[in-house]
């Protein structure tokens, strides 16, 4: 089994991963951000939608709204969400639907993923074909840039009854992360590993690009804001254009 494919990863952090403070700052974002603001009625795809926290505020807001995940627990979870949603049980290295939507988003660091740097690039191309003209793709990451701030210290964050810590390790020169998660709670301990790319904006934007996105942008939040030294994370945007 690859790593992405174990639920219990998912449902295990669940508490550290998607707490209800996301949901709110996904609500806030949703709301306010000059980047999550589309055409009244605008077909949104979320790839890798968890456990919902940005489909039930984007159809809030109007949009008719698809979540695409690999995990029948987090859609389950998704669906309490967000009743109005369609949910697809789908690999992001799989799915595709031609011309169907006008926004695709990938956030809070769910691409590079895939153990091959190609498979990852062909995520960007699916996501391409899946745009209308004039669609858009938004991927949320942790940046190469930003991760190398504070890589190396590890991080410990308090769960009910216990604690989770997470641990990163650079492997292959910069290419890919390794973060070792491990939930401690009474006398039990679960651990589970996440391996994936990590990409500079340049490499990034590089991979829009060759998946046939033009007008490539960074950002360094929601708040359009540039990518320098002060950013906390690397939002990448690009348009289908043809
Ligand atoms: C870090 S979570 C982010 C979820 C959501 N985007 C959010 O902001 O809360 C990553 C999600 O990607 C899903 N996932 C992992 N590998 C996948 C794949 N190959 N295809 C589709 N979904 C995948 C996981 O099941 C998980 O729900």
Request: charged share 25%; aromatic share 10%.
């Amino acid at each position: 089994m690859r790593w992405y494919e174990n639920d219990g990863l998912w449902s295990g952090f669940a508490e550290t991963m998607f707490p209800p403070r996301r949901a709110q700052e996904a609500a806030d974002l949703v709301a306010t951000s000059p980047l999550l603001r589309f055409q009244p009625g605008a077909q949104v795809l979320d790839l890798c939608c968890g456990p919902g926290l940005w489909l039930a505020p984007l159809a809030r807001r109007g949009y008719q709204v698809t979540g695409v995940d690999l995990s029948p627990v987090m859609l389950a979870e998704a669906k309490a969400a967000c009743p109005d949603a369609e949910l697809i049980c789908e690999d992001m290295l799989e799915f595709s639907r031609p011309g169907q939507f006008d926004v695709a988003l990938n956030v809070f660091t769910s691409f590079g993923y895939l153990a091959e740097a190609e498979d990852n690039l062909q995520v960007l191309r699916n996501a391409y074909t899946s745009l209308k003209p004039g669609g858009q793709l938004i991927v949320d990451v942790m940046g190469k840039e930003v991760l190398a701030g504070w890589i190396g210290r590890p991080q410990a964050v308090d769960v009910d009854g216990g604690c989770v810590v997470m641990r990163d390790t650079i492997l292959d020169d910069w290419t890919r992360l390794r973060t070792d998660w491990t939930l401690v709670r009474g006398d039990t301990a679960r651990h589970a590993v996440i391996e994936c790319f990590v990409y500079s904006a340049a490499e990034l934007k590089d991979l829009f690009r060759q998946a046939g996105f033009q007008d490539v942008e960074c950002f360094g939040d929601f708040d359009a804001s540039s990518y320098d030294n002060h950013s906390k994370r690397l939002i990448v945007r690009g348009y289908r254009r043809d």
